[in-house]
């Protein structure tokens, strides 16, 4: 047997090309390892996207693991110093794409699962898994359709964790106990083409929006809270002109994003900046293109638990925290009250050469086996 398990199934993971939305073969690979031990699997596809639910046990609590088999694209392959789909271990890292985000923890929830499994066969509650390879695609075919599934059939989760990187300078330093809602939007506002040498013959709609523009940027949307820093807007894309440098733009077209609190609600935000708009006078198009709700778990039960695990495991008190963008936990928390994030150091996550550090994977493969122990054994 191999002196590192989580580091030989790691490594089997990347190997599969699983760009988002495909799996490739991974879930394949994980559900091999599961059916041994007793679980029930179930396969669920739509528009490319494979999704695995896997459970053992029917009795409460419901523990569930919680993942992506879907990577980024690699980028430029000659930028990088070895081949993103062939697993390299280098300097004590493991390269690839998906070492990182999430394949390590994918490997760390089976290796640790076994081993809990081996010493605790007859252990109280259930455990499950549920994979995805649409996170990080546009998160409509993934693990949001198996939670509906899950609601309608009468289930909740009683805690998950969601293997997500989380950590930020070494294993376990950091816990994220909720994340910051999303919301994106195309603003249009219409002017008036002509001749640039003519203004008082057209209305440029650069100069009719940038007033309010700056007064999005500036607003005060929220305080945020405890756990959430405040409420942000923020531009992303301009585009306006027909490219030449002697003609107004009859339109301008404004692509932008919030990143909110709990201390705010969709509809508070739609409404507040509706507001701006008219009041500056704009003849405009405001269109709202996607959304991800904000969710939090305060210090409770599984806060404790995770915090106490990693203390032991890995000789840090971890910080809690809900920075970073978003992740299927706002899905998942529509059916269980606790969710938190956990996983290997998030520095190379989307990069080029994405790597985790060898000496944290059977450290990560510890901590999910602890949480297991704390909660279940």
């Known amino acids: 047997m191999s002196s590192s398990p989580t580091l030989d199934l790691a490594r089997e993971l990347i190997a599969r090309r699983s760009g988002t939305p495909h799996d490739a073969g991974c879930q394949d690979i994980l559900e091999a390892r599961l059916r041994p031990l007793g679980f029930h699997c179930e396969t669920t596809s739509a528009n490319g996207v494979s999704n695995l639910w896997a459970r053992l046990g029917d009795a409460r ?19 990088w ?22 394949k390590s923890s994918l490997a760390a929830f089976i290796v640790s699962i076994e081993g809990f499994a081996a010493l605790h066969a007859s252990h109280r509650g259930s455990i499950a898994l549920l994979i995805t390879s649409d996170e990080e695609g546009p ?24 293997g997500e990187p989380s950590s930020v300078d070494r294993l376990g330093d950091m816990i994220k106990n909720g994340r910051r809602g999303t919301l994106s ?11 640039i ?26 305080r945020g809270n405890e756990y959430f820093p405040p409420t942000s807007w923020q531009a992303s894309n301009v585009y306006a002109g027909t490219g030449a440098t002697n003609v107004i733009p009859g339109t301008l077209e ?7 609190a709990t201390s705010s609600t969709r509809e508070s935000l739609e409404q507040r900046m509706k507001a701006v708009l008219d009041r500056h006078a704009l003849d405009y198009e405001l269109k709202w293109t996607g959304h991800g709700k904000p969710f939090l778990t305060p210090r409770g039960r599984l806060v404790e638990v995770v915090a106490d695990t990693v203390r032991d495991v890995c ?8 920075t970073g963008g978003t992740s299927d936990g706002r899905f998942i928390a529509d059916i269980c009250r606790e969710v938190v994030e956990l996983g290997p150091v998030n520095a190379t996550i989307h990069k080029l050469n994405e790597r985790v550090a060898v000496s ?3 450290p990560l493969s510890a901590l999910y086996r602890g949480i297991l122990q704390r909660l279940l054994a």
């Open 139 to 162: 998160a409509i075919d993934g693990t949001v359709r198996v939670v509906d599934k899950l609601r309608a059939a009468g289930e909740a989760l009683d805690y998950c964790i969601v």
């Open 61 to 79: 609590p419901l523990i569930c693991f919680a993942g992506h088999t879907d990577v980024v694209p690699a980028g430029p392959l000659e930028a």
């Open 185 to 195: 939007g195309t603003l249009v506002v219409r002017g008036v083409q002509g001749h």
């Open 81 to 102: 110093h070895s081949d993103p789909f062939v697993p390299t271990v280098r300097d004590g890292f493991l390269y690839g794409r998906g070492a990182a985000d999430m």
């Open 254 to 260: 404004l692509q932008f994003n919030f990143r909110y």
């Open 197 to 222: 040498a003519y203004p008082h013959l057209a209305k440029n709609p650069i100069h009719l929006v940038a007033p309010a523009i700056a007064e999005l940027a500036a607003m005060h949307w929220d």
């Open 315 to 322: 000789g840090v008190t971890p910080e809690l925290s809900c």
């Open 360 to 362: 944290d994977l059977e």
